[in-house]
């Protein structure tokens, strides 16, 4: 089939290579001409692991092609793939649509054929339904302009993976417009015929399976770390009682690890803006919950700092600190909404010297936090350092020698903000160690 996919960041370059992989010729469309020039010589704009050479393979191949204009676009197929960002508003929790709106605003006036406008960004409930009647009255197509949803779950580090190989497939249909399921089902033969399971829905259904699913997750991250801090109230060990809680197949064990909590691009923002839609629904009590969902994720943060300070002597003024992490999460170099360079900021604020090190985030971090250090190498970044903070779980950082780390420190001190550095071993080479949630 001819796609075209638009916006190129995350989702829609992971989505328009994926497209291609599974036959289709996929056109990528995005407002920024540099992005576009990178893409087509088959350069990535941030790291995702596999997704520079499949990107490579199909610009190769020529079934994948990028260009910034949506004339070429609505000329090229009939079926469009919305993938652009849907960011925190800057004056309040709701979800930010202007891109989401200009994409339709945009390509409609050029749809002069039957064609389908396929959601994927994360929306408010209701805004299918709200470009379904924007789209009708804008192209000159009418109503032969149709809008689908089909939501996105893919998770950063493993996108190329998820896409190709979905959980679940959701299909929110206009039934005025029953068709479009079966465009959509030739979309995704591939992973159909696999047997990956698909819901096929209405609308606002469709909207909120992926509100719905961020939510869960969230709520299940701070549930843990609810418990943990439990656990240094009473000095039980939330690593061990998450692990118990794993076995009842009920609970599971994933997304029960107990850090510094949740950042990225989707779920801290995901659940500000569904519980502000939902109070403009009348049904804000409905999700009241999520406001301490998001309470509590952020208090973790604020205990890593009380611990530096606490094991800094009180405080971190003048003190050098190795932030181990910039990244929200491991094999990303994603910064938005990092615990990791929040922290590392905050401590920054209190006035020590903070040298950050990250395998693949730093250029971006340098951007957005000019005012911090920056090491190329872990060991380099705890050069002299008073405390070292491990914020995000890179393999790397659990490979390292603690003897190794021993010597170039000014103090051995660590806090693991992820449970996940060997505690033991790094107390035997002398290390005193604070993990969250844990003796
Ligand atoms: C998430 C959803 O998983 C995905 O389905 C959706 O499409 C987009 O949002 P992503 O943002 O890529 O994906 O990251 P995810 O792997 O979900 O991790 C989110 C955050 O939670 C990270 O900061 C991670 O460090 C943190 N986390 C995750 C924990 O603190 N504990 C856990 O047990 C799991």
């Known amino acids: 089939m001819r796609l075209t996919v638009i916006g190129t960041g995350y989702l829609g370059a992971t989505h328009a290579a994926c497209m291609a992989e599974l036959g289709h010729e996929v056109l990528g469309v995005d407002v920024e001409p540099d992005r576009i020039a990178a893409l087509r010589s088959g350069r990535l704009p941030f790291y995702e692991p596999g997704l520079d050479e499949l990107v490579a393979k199909h610009v190769a191949s020529g079934r994948l092609r990028f260009t910034t204009s949506y004339q070429e676009a609505a000329a090229f197929a009939d079926v469009h793939f919305c993938c652009v960002g849907t960011p925190q508003r800057a004056d ?5 649509l202007r891109y989401v709106d200009a994409v339709v605003e945009t390509l409609a006036p050029f749809l002069e054929r039957p064609a389908i406008v396929v959601g994927k960004s994360t929306v408010p409930v209701g805004t299918a339904a709200r470009l379904s009647a924007r789209l009708a009255e804008l192209a000159p197509a009418g109503a032969a302009a149709r809008i689908a949803w089909n939501p996105e ?4 580090g493993y996108a190329v993976e998820d896409t190709l190989r979905p959980d679940r497939l959701v299909f ?5 417009a029953p068709g479009t399921e079966a465009v959509l089902r030739e979309v995704y033969a591939t992973p159909l015929a696999e047997g990956v399971p698909v819901v096929v829905t209405d609308f606002p259904t469709a909207e909120l399976v992926k509100t719905a699913a961020n939510a869960f997750l969230a709520t299940k991250i701070s549930f843990i770390n609810a418990m943990a801090e439990v656990c240094e109230a009473t000095d039980a060990d939330v690593t061990e009682l998450s692990r118990a809680l794993s076995f009842d ?10 850090g510094v909590g949740f950042g990225g691009g989707c779920l801290p923002k995901d659940i500000r803006a569904f519980r502000a839609r939902a109070e403009e629904l009348g049904a804000g009590r409905a999700l009241a919950f999520l406001g301490e969902v998001d309470a509590i994720n952020l208090r973790r ?9 606490e ?10 600190v190795a932030v181990w992490g910039a990244a929200f999460k491991p094999e990303s170099d994603d910064i938005r909404d990092s615990p990791a360079l929040d922290v590392a900021a905050r401590l920054r604020r209190r006035g020590a010297q903070v040298s950050v090190h990250d395998p693949r985030a730093l250029d971006n971090a340098r951007k957005r936090y000019p005012e911090l250090d920056y090491a190329t190498g872990a060991l380099a970044a705890a050069q002299g350092a008073d405390l070292v903070v491990h914020l995000t779980e890179w393999a790397e950082y659990r490979t390292l020698d603690p003897h190794a780390v021993a010597e170039v420190v000014s103090a051995p001190r660590l806090i693991d903000g992820r449970n996940a550095l060997d505690a033991p071993s790094w107390r035997a080479a002398g290390w005193t160690v604070r993990p969250l949630g844990r003796p």
């Open 153 to 156: 779950f893919l998770r950063e």
């Open 92 to 96: 309040g929790d709701g979800a930010d």
């Open 172 to 176: 929110g249909i206009d039934p005025a």
């Open 301 to 309: 943060r604020d205990r890593v700092v009380a611990l530096a300070e």
């Open 311 to 320: 094991l800094c002597g009180g405080e971190v003024t003048g003190r050098r």
């Open 249 to 258: 197949t009920r609970i599971g064990g994933r997304f029960l690890n107990a």
